[in-house]
Each structure stands twice: as C-alpha cells, then as structure tokens.
C-alpha cells in the first residue's frame, strides 16, 4: 500500500486511498500523514487533526500559505467612523450576536 516518501509521510493514489480507505485513516490516527495523488500529481493531504484550535491569526496565515486565500489588503487612510444607531441598538446586536455564538 503506497510508497513512503517520509518517516510518518506517504503518497497513495486516488483510487487505492478509496480501496484502503481504514487503513489510510488508521495511519493518520497514528500520527501519519498522507499525500493522496492523481495521476502522481498531488491533490490532497489527509493530516491528524489538531487537538488543539489554531488561534485565527494562525489559519489565516496557513490558509494564505496553501494559496486559499490572498493577504490582507493593505489599509488606505482611515476607516470611516460607524453609523450612530439610536437608544445604544448597536451595543444590543452585538450583545446579541455574541450571545448567539
């Protein structure tokens, strides 16, 4: 089953992860990682998932170093102030939203 290109990394293709699909997910449990291939061109890593979060910060930066997302645009000038609301609603939807997450 696939060909080892690291001490806890390998390569499988398509189809023999889809054959081996169990034993692929127990080598990951175990700590190992795996490249998943088509056509020997890499699509795809299937990794162990952190028991820890990465803070925001952080996956915003791995998910700008895998090329999902751009970087942040950079800041021209000042931000307009926020829209007053009346009878202190904005504090009340914040409150809210907060509350609902």
Do not use: C, W
Request: glycine residues 8%.
């Amino acid at each position: 089953m696939s060909h080892r290109t690291g001490s806890n990394y390998s390569r499988m293709g398509v189809r023999e992860a889809k054959a081996n699909f169990s034993r692929l997910l127990k080598r990951v449990q175990a700590g190992g990682e795996v490249l998943i291939t088509d056509r020997d061109v890499p699509v795809a890593k299937i990794v162990p998932v952190d028991d820890e979060p990465l803070p925001l910060e952080k996956r915003l930066e791995s998910m700008e170093k895998d090329g999902l997302i751009g970087p942040p645009p950079r800041k021209r000038g000042k931000m307009p102030a926020p829209l007053p609301l009346p009878g202190g609603l904005a504090q009340r939807f914040l409150r809210e939203e907060r509350e609902q997450s």
